[in-house]
């Protein structure tokens, strides 16, 4: 290999905004074929904001959105940060005291708040205590989701108090990224822990086939679905931001971090986007192909 040609890659490189960890990544590159993307924070802003507040029958919508809020502000997931912030918001005189915090990865969290043992997260989470969603709230919840929002149960004390429809939107690059990928031959798969619907919802806008969307998967699950594809013969580039993507980003054969994301996800990866365009991801891509071409 020529060294001139490599640092020359590199170097454009960083003048595309890509940090690249090392000459070798460039040859990774070569034989990708597949572009795995999360999707929270890699294919949409990851900045959710609270569009609506579903309450069961006797539940006072401030009291749900204050037990809730408070528990929230103890977890830095993009849900967490919108339920919270719209919680302080609603009660100037401050988020009651939490305690025993728990996160449980993947699905949501727990506490004691004012006294009341509260639940926030996937109906699954509520499930596990016993606390199934009610029909309205059910009907709520999926109506939520089928129109792209994502929607989190709470309960506590042992039953089903509402539902809480947070949104997230799409980075206005994406769908031009995808295509890039797509001229470049690589195979866009959209993998993310929230629901089927909100999935889809957000594929189609970017232009991601239904068959390429797996969704509802935990984070410790992430990397399987590398593995999965790795043993279908695919050679696999990886995009993500989350600590949850850190395991998916190293079993990657190209692992590409969002420079807007966490530091385990960046640690992890082979290139890092300094900033949070995924267009980027696809002219690093290109360029470490046709870097290849030069010294061949
Ligand atoms: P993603 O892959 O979209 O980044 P995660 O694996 O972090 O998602 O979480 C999966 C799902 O678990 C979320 O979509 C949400 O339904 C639930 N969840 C996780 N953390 C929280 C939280 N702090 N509050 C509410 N729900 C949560
Ligand atoms: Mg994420």
């Known amino acids: 290999a020529t060294p001139t040609a490599l640092m020359v890659g590199t170097g454009r490189g960083a003048q595309l905004g890509i940090l690249i960890k090392g000459p070798e990544v460039l040859e990774s590159t070569r034989r990708v074929d597949t572009v795995v993307l999360d999707k929270t924070g890699t294919v949409t802003t990851g900045r ?7 309450v069961a029958e006797g539940v006072d919508e401030r009291e749900l959105l204050r037990l809730a809020g408070a528990l929230e502000d103890f977890s830095e997931h993009p849900i967490a940060r919108a339920v919270a912030d719209a919680a302080r918001s609603a009660d100037p005189g401050g988020l009651p005291s939490v305690e025993d915090f728990a996160n449980v990865e993947g699905l949501g969290v727990q506490g004691v708040v004012d006294g009341h043992a509260v639940l926030v997260g996937r ?3 509520l499930a596990d205590w016993s606390q199934h969603l009610s029909p309205a ?3 709520a919840f999926d109506e939520a989701q089928a129109d792209g929002g994502t929607a989190v149960a709470v309960g506590w ?3 089903d108090r509402g539902v809480l429809v947070v949104a997230d939107t799409v980075k206005e690059t994406s769908a031009e990224a995808i295509a890039r990928f797509r001229e470049l031959g690589l195979r866009p798969v959209l993998l993310t822990g929230d629901n089927r619907a909100t999935a889809l919802s957000v594929a189609e806008q970017v232009g991601i086939a239904e068959d390429d969307v797996v969704a509802e998967v935990l984070p410790a699950d992430k990397v399987d ?3 999965r594809l790795q043993a279908e013969g695919r050679v696999v580039a990886m995009v993500g931001d989350g600590v949850n993507d850190a395991a998916a980003l190293a079993q990657a054969d190209l692992g590409l971090a969002m420079g807007t994301g966490t530091d385990a996800a960046i640690q992890a990866s082979d290139l890092t986007l300094v900033s949070g365009d995924l267009r980027v991801a696809a002219d690093g891509v290109r360029l470490a192909r046709r870097t290849l071409t030069i010294i061949r």
């Open 48 to 54: 959710m904001s609270l569009r609506d507040v579903v």
């Open 123 to 125: 109906p699954r989470l």
């Open 137 to 139: 709230l059910q009907k």
């Open 157 to 159: 004390d042992g039953a």
């Open 225 to 227: 679905v590398v593995k």
